[in-house]
């Protein structure tokens, strides 16, 4: 018989999602989310070229906030969008994936290169726990000015600077600093800004 991890937690999952507890993505809520996002993305996608106007609505109502003079390039990736805020002046290129489990935060004037991963979700060590389903989140922000080479992945939990450059294929594992650029796996910084 399988653990029950939540006999004494009375909120759904969803509810420790939110929290950021660990929780089971079994929530039908959780479900009707991610089928939201995933219409509103592709929609977003279809209508891109053909109607700028109606691509910026559907990307405001898929995120929880778009500034003035965002453009992000389809086809992009997200869990919920719901829990993405993008600064103004910012630009976002083809296939962004932006794991939204937990609130991700991209500040104004930022570059973001093309196949860039953003993973909030996490999972944990033990075995039998991965096994059980759990899982849990936790929040990236990145700061205003930011550049993210090509292929950059940044994991759960991280922090990048403002100003701050990250090199093509970097993988952010630890908070970077503002003022620097970092490269490298894990991504560590080499110079000052």
Not at 44 to 57: M, P
Not at 79 to 88: C, L, P, R
Request: charged share 20%; glycine share 10%; hydrophobic share 40%.
């Amino acid at each position: 018989m399988p653990t029950d991890h939540f006999a004494d937690d009375p909120r759904t999952n969803l509810e420790r999602m939110l929290a950021g507890d660990l929780y089971i993505a079994d929530d039908p809520e959780i479900a009707r989310r991610q089928h939201r996002a995933m219409r509103l993305a592709a929609r977003y996608q279809s209508v891109f070229l053909e109607e700028s106007g109606e691509a910026q609505e559907v990307l405001a109502e898929l995120l929880a906030s778009v500034g003035e003079g965002v453009e992000v390039r389809p086809p992009l990736y997200v869990d919920y969008g719901s829990n993405i805020t993008i600064g103004a002046g910012t630009f976002v290129n083809y296939h962004l994936t932006a794991l939204d489990v937990a609130r991700i935060t991209i500040g104004e004037d930022c570059q973001i290169g093309p196949n860039v991963q953003l993973l909030t979700p996490t999972h944990p060590v033990e075995p039998q726990l991965r096994r059980d389903k759990l899982e849990a989140a936790l929040p990236i922000a990145i700061g205003d000015n930011v550049w993210l080479g090509g292929g950059v992945i940044v994991c759960p939990g991280v922090t990048i600077g403002n100003n701050s450059v990250i090199g093509a294929g970097a993988v952010v594992t630890k908070d970077v600093p503002a003022d620097v650029v970092a490269v490298g796996n894990p991504a560590r910084p080499v110079r000052s800004l």
